[in-house]
């Protein structure tokens, strides 16, 4: 699977958890909401800056938020 769509998934996986919804995500994170929607389906890189504002959006730290099976082959 392409490393923007296990972000993508990543990032929706957090956010329904918490459920918060793309638009509320994206307020959080100061960006925007139709980003947020095309990270989330890999259809866009998220830069770095970017990442780090949504993984702090979501209470998480960059390690929990890779310490995932999406990322260690679990999920193709």
Do not use: H, P, W
């Not at 929706?12 to 139709?34: P, S």
């Not at 770095?48 to 929990?64: M, P, Q, S, Y």
Request: with cysteine; proline share 0%; glycine share 6%.
């Amino acid at each position: 699977m392409d490393i923007r769509k296990k972000i993508g998934l990543r990032i929706k996986e957090y956010r329904t958890n918490l459920k918060l919804t793309q638009e509320a995500l994206a307020f959080k994170a100061e960006i925007d909401k139709t980003y947020v929607n095309e990270v989330e389906n890999g259809k866009r890189n998220v830069s770095v800056i970017n990442l780090e504002k949504i993984i702090c959006a979501l209470d998480a730290t960059v390690r929990d938020f890779f310490d995932s099976e999406v990322f260690n082959g679990g999920v193709n």
